[in-house]
């Protein structure tokens, strides 16, 4: 019998059976980045500069939505990073309260955690009250854990929840005006982090205080700012004190005292974009054998913006200085991980409404949906009504939390209570729809609100009674302004996408907030996260 002929396979050469990957994928988050900033102050951004490079060299997906309420920080960074939404991850909001421990919790609470660094303060943070992968979660396993994964950003919620559960690290800055990060991830914080701390780099930015950052034109006699904003010092809020209503504002009164403030200037940005390179350079990032990932969220918008409003000139100048940050950033990355060895996106968790004193200054609609007062009204007339005080535990989200122990204990009917709020809520000036969130399927609101309000619906950490709020109209008591709604103000973010794997260009085509994950996932060639129910965006891949 003739034997068989043995056929020796050839090895392939390696290059050939390896796939490419980036050396480094960054994702940035701006906390509180409407679209429109990219073009209402598209003039004053340098044609060097961050933005404009990312528009004339890379992709950008110009009509990005979010696909739930409420549009919020906590939700909008787990949304990024998982491709998911609040109805799968849990992380249904900045706080919540949670029907079956019946106590409030912030999204990233964990008791079984202490903080590691230099703090005063007892903060117990950890990724596990969300229930899905990350993207940097999927890429650690996918590379036997060889990739590094590490978030960053003034919050802590916008540095633990991107960068996920089994990252090496997430730092977050604190009220003593150090980063600090969490014994979830190490019993330590790296002495980097401790010699970043030692600089006390938020001092000398204090001493820099917040001055117009745009000089003063001396052919049209006047200030760039009037160009494109306005002084929003008549309704604004005062967050340097009731005798600083406008730029420019003196900071070295918080030297040595108050280290938050930082976060609502510009210069908390910059103190930012210092730790990311600290980190890129310290552990290496990029340099390894396998793809690393940085996550960074850009925090003084957001306490910007809700100080100050979309439209005023504190904002303007905080977009200009961003622009020259994320400049520096970029050129940080080609000279140390290499021009073209990067992928990078750039989005924003959630947009914001016009402040309402400047709705009321233009004529246009809008105003505040006081909460708290509402609450209190209610709990007092259910109380004449009902013979029971604080049937009310509160509202989150937009949505009204009853008090379910209690209405047990006095044998009291749930459902007439829950009518009774309904019917209130409807009459107040501010309400467009008020609704049982468990009977949505019947409740006749428009198939987009249904769908966002039902990604947004986690049973055990919702509440009872949804509420519309009609446009403009924002959550608070005023001067400040305020997000978390299916307006497009609210849910309309940039996505612009560059370097490694991304072709140049734009499109219009609609796209969401759950279909940045997957698509790093398709250029890195890993799983998708867990939860992931977005869709991979093709035309921005080469
Ligand atoms: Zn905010």
């Not at 914001?352 to 505040?368: K, M």
Request: glycine share 8%; hydrophobic share 35%; aromatic share 12%.
């Amino acid at each position: 019998m003739a034997q068989k002929k043995h056929i020796a396979h050839k090895p392939r050469p390696v290059t050939e059976i390896g796939i490419g990957r980036p050396k480094l994928v960054i994702g940035i988050v701006i906390d509180q980045m409407r679209w429109d900033y990219l073009y209402r102050y598209n003039d004053l951004f340098k044609a060097d500069g961050g933005f404009k490079r990312l528009l004339n060299n890379g992709f950008s997906c110009e009509n990005t939505f979010i696909p739930y309420v409420p549009t919020v920080t906590g939700a909008g960074h787990t949304c990024i990073y998982t491709g998911s939404v609040p109805a799968i991850h849990g992380i249904v909001g900045n706080n919540w309260f949670d029907n079956i421990d019946n106590r409030a919790y912030y999204c990233t609470d964990d008791s079984t955690v202490h903080a590691v660094g230099d703090t005063t303060v007892d903060v117990r943070m950890s990724p596990k009250n969300m229930f899905a992968t990350t993207i940097g979660d999927e890429l650690r396993m996918a590379t036997n854990f060889k990739s590094k994964v590490i978030g960053l950003s003034l919050k802590d919620r916008a540095a633990i929840l991107p960068a996920g559960h089994a990252a090496n690290g997430a730092y977050w800055y604190d009220k003593k005006g150090y980063f600090i990060s969490s014994s979830y991830y190490m019993d330590s914080v790296p002495t980097w982090v401790e010699t970043f701390n030692k600089r006390r780099v938020a001092d000398s930015l204090y001493s820099l205080a917040w001055v117009k950052y745009l000089p003063w034109n001396l052919t049209t006699q006047s200030y760039a700012y009037d160009q494109y904003a306005e002084d929003a010092s008549a309704y604004s809020d005062r967050p340097f004190g009731k005798n600083q209503s406008q730029l420019p504002y003196d900071l070295s009164k918080y030297i040595g005292k108050d280290y938050s403030k930082i976060a609502t200037t510009p210069q908390g940005n910059v103190l930012l974009e210092m730790m990311a390179e600290a980190a890129v350079s310290n552990e290496q990032l990029g340099k390894g054998t396998a793809t690393d990932m940085l996550t960074v969220s850009f925090s003084s918008p957001d306490y910007i913006g809700h100080a100050y409003g979309p439209d005023s000139y504190e904002q303007l100048d905080d977009y200009v200085r961003l622009d020259d940050v994320l400049a520096k950033f970029f050129n940080f990355l080609d000279s140390t991980v290499g021009k073209g060895q990067y992928t990078l996106f750039l989005t924003a968790d959630h947009g914001v409404s016009h402040i309402p004193g400047f709705d009321s200054t233009h004529h246009l609609p809008g105003g505040y949906f006081y909460g708290d007062s509402t609450v209190k009204e209610m709990n007092q007339q259910l109380a004449a009504k009902f013979g029971t005080d604080s049937l009310v535990k509160g509202i989150d989200n937009f949505q009204v939390y009853l008090n379910h122990p209690l209405i047990q204990s006095a044998s009291l009917d749930k459902k007439a209570i829950e009518e009774w709020v309904i019917h209130y809520l409807q009459q107040q000036t501010a309400v467009a729809q008020a609704f049982d969130l468990k009977d949505i399927g019947n409740y006749p609101v428009t198939a987009m609100q249904k769908e966002m309000v039902v990604n947004g619906y986690f049973p055990s950490r919702a509440g009872d009674v949804q509420i519309i709020v009609k446009p403009g109209f924002v959550e608070g008591g005023g001067p400040a302004d305020s997000h978390g709604v299916w307006n497009p103000y609210d849910s309309h973010i940039p996505l612009l996408w560059y370097g490694w794997g991304i072709k140049q260009g734009a499109s219009n085509k609609e796209v969401y907030m759950t279909d940045i994950a997957p698509t790093v996932a398709a250029l890195l060639h890993i799983q998708m996260p867990d939860g992931c129910i977005g869709k991979v965006i093709p035309d921005v891949m080469k």
